[in-house]
Each structure stands twice: as structure tokens, then as C-alpha cells.
């Protein structure tokens, strides 16, 4: 009662509640015209969690048809104060380009606002667009930056791409050192195609001394995969 009651008051906070109640099936029946109301009620105070959950409403097409327009507008006031998740999933509808025409430089946009707060995934998404030149120029350097970024957070596929980029020396000069570092951060999350560049490291040993113990361990970890 003291919820509904501060509605009245124009508490967003409790109007945020609602809204989650009516939208959530753990918290009991769902009716999500009475979510979107409340959140509704609840943007209008720029909350922008709100802001967020009308988007998902609006995008998710759990509840109600797929409104890819009304989505964005909610996701875009929520990204333009911060919301972390809000600028990274605009970065990928415009990266995609699924249900709208693709922009890569609003993905871009996007993406580094929320690499800017840590996104990894965001990061990882940057650094492949700048290491493909699919849709833009390569960047290396800007390709490196990102995927460390996200390395660092322990990501899988932006250590194994780091790896691979210092390994190949295409668009930079090999550095066989990093080239191992991040094989090893891969490999330790049992990713077998840095293992098995790692045995071939070992084993050939044209840009290290041959370690074939080492070889045959990583030979042996990438095998036992498949």
C-alpha cells in the first residue's frame, strides 16, 4: 500500500517498483501494460533504469510485438545519462543492423561510451571492428588498445586474438613474448586453438628454444577437446 501510495506522490523510486512487480514473474502475475505504466511514469523523473526496462519492453519482444523504434528512444535517453547496458545494446542494434539499417559509426559510438565504463564486451567489439577493416580501416593500434582492455577482464577470444595478432606479425612486428603471454591466458580457459599454437610454438621452436615437454602438454590439452 505505502507503494501505491507514493505513486501518487510522484516517488519514482516506488513507481520503479511497481513496475518491476507487474514485469517480473518471480514477484507474481505478470501484466505488462501496468509495467509500462509505471515505468513510464517513473522516466518521466529520468530514472534511468526505467528508461532502460521501457526499452527491453519495446525490443525484448517477450510480452508485446517488437517496436525497434520505441526501444531505441528509451534506450537512447537512458544511455544519454550513463546507463551502462542502454549504450552497449545500442551498439550492437546499430552494429548488427537486424531490425534497423546498420551504422557502424553510431555502433562505435555506442560501444565506446560503454568501453568507457568497463563494458567488456563492448571492448571485444571495438577491437574486432578495428582488427577486421570490414566496415572501416584497419586500426591496428586501436585494435590492440581495445582488446587488451577486455583481455584484462579476462576475456577468452580478445587473449586468444591478441595472441594471434603478435604470433602472425602481419600488421605489426611479431612479438613471439606476447604472443605466448596471451596464448597461456587463453589456453588457461581451455581454449584449444591456443593450445595448440602453443605446442606448434614449442614444438617448432623457430622463434624460442624447443621445450617438446611443453609441446606435447599442450598438444595433449587441445586434443583432449575434440
Known amino acids: 500500500k505505502n507503494f501505491f501510495l507514493a505513486t501518487y506522490k510522484n516517488d519514482p523510486d516506488a513507481q520503479s517498483y511497481i513496475g518491476q512487480n507487474y514485469s517480473d514473474k518471480r514477484r507474481g502475475r505478470i501484466d505488462i501494460n501496468k509495467a509500462v505504466y509505471y515505468y513510464k511514469l517513473a522516466a518521466r523523473k529520468k530514472h534511468p533504469d526505467d528508461l532502460f526496462n521501457l526499452g527491453n519492453i519495446y525490443y ?15 534506450y537512447r535517453k537512458a544511455a544519454n545519462q550513463n546507463h551502462l547496458n542502454a549504450q552497449f545494446i545500442l551498439g550492437e542494434i546499430y552494429y548488427e543492423g537486424i531490425y534497423i539499417k546498420g551504422n557502424i559509426k553510431k555502433a562505435i559510438h555506442y560501444f565506446k561510451k560503454a568501453a568507457n565504463q568497463n563494458h567488456i564486451n563492448a571492448q571485444f567489439n571495438l577491437g574486432s571492428i ?9 586500426d591496428i593500434n586501436k585494435a590492440i588498445h581495445y582488446f587488451t582492455k577486455a583481455a584484462d577482464q579476462n576475456h577468452l577470444f580478445a587473449q586468444f586474438n591478441l595472441g594471434k595478432i603478435y604470433y602472425e606479425g602481419i600488421y605489426i612486428n611479431r612479438d613471439i613474448n606476447k604472443a605466448i603471454q596471451y596464448f597461456i591466458k587463453a589456453a588457461d580457459q581451455n581454449n584449444s586453438d591456443a593450445q595448440f599454437n602453443l605446442g606448434n610454438i614449442y614444438y617448432e621452436g623457430i622463434y624460442i628454444n624447443r621445450d617438446i615437454n611443453k609441446a606435447i602438454n599442450y598438444f595433449i590439452d587441445a586434443a583432449n577437446q575434440n
Do not use: F, S, T
Open 60 to 74: 525484448e519482444r517477450r510480452y508485446i510485438d517488437r517496436y525497434v523504434k520505441k526501444a531505441i528512444r528509451y
Open 130 to 138: 578495428y582488427n577486421e577493416g570490414k566496415y572501416i580501416n584497419r
